[in-house]
């Protein structure tokens, strides 16, 4: 007679041979919708890929907070991203800053929208820095619009995040660029120059002279002289700071001039009136009802007697060629 399989165990539940391992509570099997289980090989029974049970979550992830499917960010248009991200921040108004949710909703908002920031980067390609560095830097003045983005105040996100994007990345190559354009072997040479003077200034007890300095680094006066010169093109005064040259109050700032940006608008005017004048009378109609009458695109696709896709793809043409217009005029 063969052994009874149960022999010695007084519990089924001994039975048991091994435990699934754990699972984070936030993906629990309890906690996934039964549409999304956890991929599995279909011949083999074993837990599929990571890339397949990441997908899994991510659709469960999408179900959870209620979002609308995305497809892969590099095949979504510009005009889908504006509709998408609408959606995304109705929910983010709805969600707790600091959770996992918050987070996940805002992520996915980034990713939507780096299109504006590689778009904002591409102004700035004939500097010096690397793209990379231009774009992540611009990244956070995308993150930082999201923060900001109010939906209710009627204003299309990629109108408002621009400002900001740009902004970042001006105040990037503010901070970290030279005030004046120096030759490379200069900029080698303050850096020698400030290392020799502290060392000198901590042996003699005082500041190097010129020749102190030229005889440490055995170079000529004349490159020592180049070289503090080098310094002063790339140390800037703080706006903040005080004139040294006379005892009135008030700091550097207040004697400048402040930009006006209603000049900048004016500018801008002036420069759309003969744009806007060679194109055709039914796209003047159309940006007429549309920034003047304040009309939305169905309404103006009642007017005219077409769709409001169709309106929606003359509109974006027309402010395609004007935006052209205006960078070429830059």
Same mark, same amino acid.
């Not at 010169?229 to 040294?244: G, K, V």
């Given at each position: 007679?063969?052994?009874?399989?149960?022999?010695?165990?007084?519990? !089924?539940? /001994?039975?048991?041979?091994?435990?699934?391992?754990a699972v984070p509570?936030?993906?629990?099997?309890? +906690? $996934?919708?039964?549409t999304h289980?956890?991929?599995?090989?279909?011949?083999?029974?074993?837990?599929?890929?990571?890339?397949a049970i990441a997908e899994a979550v991510e659709a469960d992830l999408f179900e959870q907070f209620q979002l609308p499917e995305i497809? !892969?960010? /590099?095949?979504?248009?510009?005009?889908?991203?504006?509709?998408?991200?609408?959606?995304?921040?109705? +929910? $983010?108004?709805?969600?707790?800053?600091?959770?996992h949710e918050y987070a996940y909703v805002?992520?996915?908002?980034?990713?939507?929208?780096?299109?504006?920031?590689?778009?904002?980067?591409?102004?700035?390609?004939?500097?010096?820095?690397?793209?990379?560095?231009?774009?992540q830097v611009g990244t956070i003045g995308l993150i930082k619009a999201i923060d900001r983005f109010e939906l209710d105040r009627g204003v299309e996100f990629p109108t408002f995040a621009m400002p900001t994007i740009v902004g970042e990345i001006k105040r990037f190559f503010r901070d970290t660029s030279w005030s004046v354009r120096v030759p490379r072997r200069l900029q080698e040479l303050r850096l020698d120059l400030a290392k020799a003077g502290d060392e000198l200034a901590q042996k003699l007890d005082r500041a190097p002279t010129v020749e102190e300095l030229a005889k440490r680094l055995n170079i000529s006066t004349e490159d020592v002289v180049e070289g503090m010169?080098?310094?002063?093109?790339?140390?800037?005064?703080?706006?903040?700071?005080?004139?040294?040259e006379d005892d009135t109050e008030g700091a550097l700032a207040d004697r400048i001039g402040y930009e006006d940006h209603g000049l900048e608008g004016i500018e801008y005017v002036e420069s759309l009136k003969p744009l806007i004048a060679e194109?055709?009378?039914?796209?003047?109609?159309?940006?007429?009802?549309?920034?003047?009458?304040?009309?939305?695109?169905?309404?103006?696709?009642?007017?005219?007697?077409?769709?409001?896709?169709?309106?929606?793809?003359l509109l974006s043409r027309t402010l395609g060629k004007l935006r052209k217009g205006l960078m070429i005029e830059e």
């Open positions: 007679m063969s052994p009874r399989l149960d022999n010695g165990i007084s519990d !089924p539940a /001994d039975m048991q041979v091994a435990t699934a391992p509570e936030q993906y629990s099997p309890d +906690r $996934l919708p039964d289980p956890l991929p599995t090989d279909a011949l083999t029974g074993d837990q599929a890929s990571p890339e497809p !892969p960010y /590099d095949e979504v248009g510009p005009l889908d991203a504006r509709a998408l991200s609408k959606t995304l921040f109705r +929910r $983010l108004e709805t969600l707790e800053e600091g959770t805002r992520n996915t908002l980034v990713e939507l929208n780096l299109a504006l920031v590689k778009f904002a980067a591409s102004r700035f390609r004939s500097r010096s820095e690397p793209m990379e560095d231009i774009v010169a080098a310094s002063n093109a790339y140390t800037a005064s703080s706006l903040d700071a005080q004139p040294e194109l055709p009378a039914r796209d003047r109609k159309i940006l007429s009802l549309r920034f003047v009458a304040n009309m939305t695109q169905s309404e103006i696709g009642e007017e005219l007697g077409i769709s409001q896709m169709h309106v929606s793809r």
